[in-house]
């Protein structure tokens, strides 16, 4: 399982929304198999539909 709130702990030196984004889509194509989006990133980027997004990135695997 791939939790939201871990990732962010684990990848501090992201700068944005777009590059969290690429970093779930990484993970997923490596073989994570369930997302949980538990906490809200911290990104001034961070668009008001933030949860679609990044399970799009997630399904998409692209």
Do not use: K
Not at 1 to 12: I, V
């Amino acid at each position: 399982m791939l939790w939201l709130s871990e990732l962010l702990m684990q990848n501090q030196d992201l700068q944005s929304f777009e590059q969290l984004l690429e970093l779930v889509r990484e993970r997923a194509r490596a073989g994570e198999r369930f997302f949980s989006a538990d906490v809200r990133p911290p990104y001034p980027d961070t668009p008001t539909d933030w949860e679609e997004r990044i399970e799009a990135a997630f399904t998409s695997r692209v």
